[in-house]
């Protein structure tokens, strides 16, 4: 990934600077405005990160200690650490091994007595059915919370993904397509839960810091409640704005690079790439792909031949489970046969708006030698080191697991 920024970011962050408010104000009301709008959701709370984001929605959705909330495993880190923050216990559930996300029967297997909410995540942008996942829970009361942290510009069902939940989550880290540097938001329908989530992100303050700086003689506040400090700043409220507007150019760019690797992938037997499912469009946040027993390498086989070729890919998503923080702890028991396979099995090819004809075409041609395929061109032609590695040390993100939220 690279973050599409320029000039009109380099514009907006002056004007701010020269405003003389920085911190959470008149830009992150403007933010959560055009962002509610942009996403068709009644209410938008800028927040300081997805994961705050998350453990702000988990917390107004009335989890508490001693609750369980199913979530993926095959997910960055912090969808369950943001369950652990909330005082509950993260149950994991599997996920299809076409989508890589959650679905109503594996949601369904990984229920308890003590579920008090389930977190969707719509993985690399790949957009989750949520109405499945609703059925199984509104019925019983559970909550869905959806991480939508890497779907800024997913559709699902003909509208912006997060539009159907109950509330989700975002995320603007620079992996993403929408970037203020670090940041989250939460967007929901309710308008109760959004006035807590305002109210809790700046240490649940009676008065704003905004209102208060805008008397001359400031109302006294109260702290209603053990809040956080999880608040947004002006300067990156400010880029947020400007890459909104970018937004619809960004998924249009990256949807016509993501149909050139499809075709060409589709030609390479025994790999599989992502594909949009049937309800609804990715932005493809992450353009992966499964290496398939048919392919004359293992995924890091094929990882070793690309970097070899000077093309950094990555490993795909994590399975959270096995990491040593969650690694021995009781999470639900549920077998997670397609979580472990994909994670063993997927890479994350190089993805970003400016990516070149020629730089894609030496992602496939490498792919194409591996499989020994004619076109192919072999990592051990002197000729290979021409130009830039593709997809190393000048993008954003480190690796596929790193700061997703």
């Known amino acids: ?43 938008a709370v800028a927040t300081s990160s997805c994961t705050t984001a998350l453990h702000l929605a988990l917390v107004v959705a009335g989890v508490e200690p001693g609750d369980d909330v ?35 029967a594996t949601v369904a297997a990984a229920l308890t007595p003590r579920t008090r909410a389930v977190i969707v995540v719509d993985q690399g942008g790949q957009p989750v059915d949520l109405e499945q996942v609703r059925a199984e829970c509104d019925p019983r009361g559970i909550v869905v919370v959806e991480d939508a ?30 970037t203020t540097g670090e940041g989250g938001m939460i967007t929901t329908p309710r308008p109760d839960w959004a006035e807590r989530a305002r109210r809790l992100r700046e240490h ?6 905004a209102e208060r700086h805008a008397s ?5 506040e109260q702290y209603l409640e053990v809040g956080f400090n999880y608040r947004m700043t002006d300067l990156q409220a400010a880029v947020g704005i400007v890459q909104l507007g970018r937004l619809r150019d960004i998924v249009a760019r990256r949807r016509s690079l993501a149909a050139e690797y499809t ?15 049937a309800w609804g469009a990715s932005n493809f946040q992450s353009y992966w792909v499964e290496v398939g027993a048919g392919f004359p390498l293992d995924r890091d086989g094929l990882l070793a031949h690309l970097a070899a070729a000077g093309i950094s890919a990555r490993r795909g998503i994590m399975a959270i489970h096995r990491q040593p923080a969650y690694a ?20 994350i090819l190089p993805l970003h708006h400016e990516l070149t004809g020629a730089e894609q075409a030496r992602v496939v041609n490498a792919l194409r030698s591996a499989a020994g395929l004619a076109g192919g061109s072999d990592p051990d032609d002197p000729g290979r080191g021409r130009g830039e590695p593709v997809g190393a040390g000048r993008l954003e993100g480190g690796g596929a697991y790193g700061a997703q939220h």
């Not at 942290?149 to 397509?177: D, N, Q, V």
């Not at 649940?204 to 810091?209: D, E, K, Q, T, Y």
């Not at 001359?216 to 006294?220: G, I, N, S």
């Open 204 to 209: 649940a303050m009676s008065v704003s810091a």
């Open 328 to 347: 021995d702890g009781d999470h639900g028991g549920q077998p997670l046969p397609a979580t472990e396979h994909l994670t063993d099995t997927t890479l």
């Open 149 to 178: 942290a890497c779907a800024a510009g997913t559709t699902y069902l003909g509208r912006p993904a997060g539009a159907g939940a109950e509330i989700a989550a975002w995320s603007f880290h620079p992996r993403k397509l929408l």
């Open 263 to 277: 075709a060409h992938i589709a030609q390479i037997p025994g790999l599989r790439a992502v594909a949009d499912p």
């Open 1 to 43: 990934m690279r973050p599409w920024l320029g000039a009109a970011e380099v514009e907006a962050l002056t004007e701010v600077i020269a405003s003389g408010w920085i911190a959470q104000g008149p830009r992150v009301a403007q933010f959560e405005e055009e962002f509610a709008e942009a996403q068709r959701a009644g209410f």
């Open 70 to 104: 199913v979530v993926p495993s095959f997910s960055f880190v912090a969808t369950a650490n943001a369950v652990v923050h909330a005082g509950a216990r993260p149950v994991f559930a599997d996920v299809d091994p076409v989508t890589g996300n959650v679905t109503g």
């Open 216 to 220: 001359v003689l400031a109302p006294a």
